[in-house]
């Protein structure tokens, strides 16, 4: 009997014991579990806070305290980091545009990684006027280099006045004669230049309707020498 009485009480205490026990483990199953979703969502909240406070920025144009924003959460998520990255390459794309460097500028600009709206607003902004900036860029060099060659035509024709002046009409009937450039064939001839004794004479012949004047060639002529040699 006292066996008996001895075997239950141990039974009761082992049971006793395991349901204790049981319930400790769930009561600390549960605090963790707890303590992991109560923080999970603070640091989710800290950078959804972030993410909407830096697009309010962004649409004010305010990009460095944006960044800044963005910069200062503890948890960053890769919305946020995504963000950051994206104003990064904006604000060295506007630097590059302020500094007429568009080419640098557009490959800053080269693609957004965040799906922010108030990002890609700026984006397009900028590349619109980085855009404008290469066309007045273009048209302006345009206008300079056909300024410059129209300021080269007009030196050159100055020149070949100037040499035609110093040329005197014997040294070039003394040339075509020495060519066989009569003028009854057509040919018109050109002093281009003049060194000394030495002469550059542009030859051309008009065709059977006088419209257009084919170029012949261009020579060196000595007036002392009576010398012609064909250069071109």
Known sequence: ?????KKTVVGIA????????AACGQQTASQQSS???SSTPSAESESTRAYHSAEHLIRQGEYKAASNTLSGVSHSTKQVNNLNDDLRSYMSAEK???NGNYDEANNSLSSLKSNSSAMRGAYNELQNKISNAEKVSSSSSSATSSSM???AN???AASQST???QTSTDVVNNFASKMGFANNNGYSITPTAKNGNTYRFEVRQNNKDNTVANMVGIYQYNNQTGVATKIQ
Request: hydrophobic share 40%; charged share 5%; no cysteine.
């Open 1 to 5: 009997m006292n066996k008996f009485i």
């Open 154 to 156: 007009s030196s050159s």
């Open 163 to 165: 040499v035609a002046g």
């Open 149 to 151: 060659t129209s300021a």
């Open 96 to 98: 590059s545009y302020s």
């Open 14 to 21: 082992a049971l006793t014991t395991s349901v204790v026990l």
């Open 35 to 37: 303590h992991s979703s």
